[in-house]
């Protein structure tokens, strides 16, 4: 069983910059891809950003590219999303998942395990 817990949001004003945190329990950066969803209200979660076992590739959604950057602080045993440049269209709530392996690392659907989610309000 993997336990995700989230961290580090809240509001900020356009062009600001935030960190996401996500604590992981166990040996879960060596055994599963570990990726970023957000989801707006009324709106599909969506993929924000990917990161391969031990800390492998990295893929991002072409709204973040270039403005975020995933990556893992072993030492802490945690997920860390970096955020900069923030538009109003980020808000949302930020959930860190877990996936024992897929081709599909867009598809929420490919996850086994997901944090309960931090909220990011960005204001214009």
């Known amino acids: 069983q993997v336990q995700l817990v989230e961290s580090g949001g809240g509001l900020v004003q356009a062009g600001d910059s935030l960190k996401l945190s996500c604590a992981a329990s166990g040996r879960t950066f060596s055994t599963y891809l570990m990726g970023w969803f957000r989801q707006a209200p009324g709106q599909e979660r969506e993929f924000v950003a990917v990161i391969g076992r031990s800390g492998g590739s990295t893929r991002y959604a072409d709204s973040v590219k270039g403005r975020f950057t995933i990556f893992n602080d072993n030492a802490n045993n945690t997920l860390i999303l970096q955020m900069k440049s923030l538009k109003p269209e980020d808000t949302a709530v930020y959930y860190c998942?877990?996936?024992?392996?897929?081709?599909?690392?867009?598809?929420?659907?490919?996850?086994?395990?997901w944090g309960q989610g931090t909220q990011v309000t960005v204001s214009s």
């Open positions: 998942a877990a996936s024992r392996g897929t081709t599909k690392v867009v598809q929420p659907t490919e996850y086994d395990y």
